[in-house]
C-alpha cells in the first residue's frame, strides 16, 4: 500500500533550536496538508499545498513557523525558534485532485521541546 | 466556526452493539469525510460522503447527511473492541479539510 512517510518520527529538542519536520507525499498525489494535534486544540491546519504551491498557511504563526515543498516528493514544515508551546504531533497528509476517497495521513512527528 | 463539531465527545459500549457519532457544521460543503485515529496513530479515512448525497455505506459503517440541517451521522453496527479510536468528522467547502475535535469511542468486550 502507498504510505505518506514522515520523519523524523520522534523529536526532542531545545527551547530555540531550529525543527526541521519532512512528508513524502504519495506519488501523484497533488495536494498537501501539515496538521498539528495537541489534546488541547485538537487538530490544526497548519497550511495547504496544492501543486506545491502554498494555498493556505493562514493557520501558521508566522514569525516563527514556514511549510514549503521544494519538489513533488518532499514537503517540509520548519520552526525557528522552537518554543515549549510548540510541543504536539505534527502530521502530514496527502491526496489527489478531486478527491474521491479521502486522504492518506502520515504516522506523525512527535515533538517535544524543552 | 467553520469546523465540524462532534456529539458526544465520548462514547462507551458493549461489543456487539451500536455506536452513533454526530457531526454538526455551519457552513456550506462540498463533502464530508469521517476518519478514524487509533491512540498514537495516525488518521485512517473511512468513507466519504458528498453534498449532495444522503446516504452511504461501508461494510459495518453507515453514513448519513442532512444538509438542510447542516448534520451527518456515522453508524458503526455490531461494534468490535477494535473498533475503539477517536473518530473525526472533516469538511471541504470554502476551507479545506478541517477537522472537529472527534468523539473518542470505547468498546468493551
Known amino acids: 500500500d502507498a504510505r505518506v512517510t514522515q520523519t523524523p518520527r520522534d523529536k526532542v529538542t531545545e527551547m530555540g533550536q531550529e525543527v526541521t519536520m519532512r512528508c513524502q507525499p504519495i506519488?501523484?498525489?497533488?495536494?498537501v496538508f501539515w496538521y498539528r494535534q495537541t489534546m488541547m486544540q485538537g487538530l490544526e491546519l497548519l497550511a495547504y499545498?496544492?501543486?506545491?504551491?502554498?494555498?493556505?498557511d493562514s493557520g501558521m504563526p508566522k514569525d516563527r513557523f514556514s511549510a514549503e515543498m521544494p519538489d513533488a516528493t518532499l514537503a517540509t514544515l520548519k520552526i525557528q525558534p522552537s518554543e515549549p508551546r510548540d510541543s504536539a504531533v505534527y502530521f502530514c497528509?496527502?491526496?489527489?485532485?478531486?478527491?474521491?476517497?479521502?486522504?492518506?495521513f502520515g504516522s506523525g512527528t512527535r515533538l517535544t521541546v524543552v | 466556526s467553520q469546523q465540524g463539531e462532534e456529539d458526544p465527545q465520548a462514547l462507551s459500549i458493549q461489543e456487539g452493539e451500536n455506536a452513533t457519532m454526530n457531526c454538526s457544521y455551519k457552513?456550506?460543503?462540498?463533502?464530508l469525510q469521517w476518519y478514524r485515529q487509533n491512540s498514537g496513530r495516525g488518521l485512517v479515512h473511512l468513507i466519504l460522503?458528498?453534498?449532495?448525497?444522503r446516504e452511504k455505506h461501508s461494510g459495518r459503517l453507515r453514513v448519513t447527511l442532512d444538509s438542510s440541517k447542516k448534520s451527518s451521522s456515522l453508524l458503526i453496527t455490531a461494534s468490535r473492541a477494535a473498533d475503539t479510536a477517536s473518530y473525526f468528522c472533516?469538511?471541504?467547502?470554502?476551507?479545506?479539510?478541517?477537522f472537529g475535535k472527534g468523539t473518542r469511542l470505547s468498546v468493551i468486550a
Open positions: 472533516a469538511i471541504t467547502g470554502n476551507t479545506p479539510l478541517v
Open positions: 506519488l501523484g498525489h497533488n495536494t
Open positions: 497528509a496527502s491526496g489527489p485532485d478531486g478527491v474521491l476517497d479521502g486522504y492518506t
Open positions: 499545498f496544492r501543486n506545491r504551491a502554498p494555498l493556505d
Open positions: 457552513t456550506s460543503i462540498n463533502n
Open positions: 460522503i458528498r453534498s449532495n448525497e
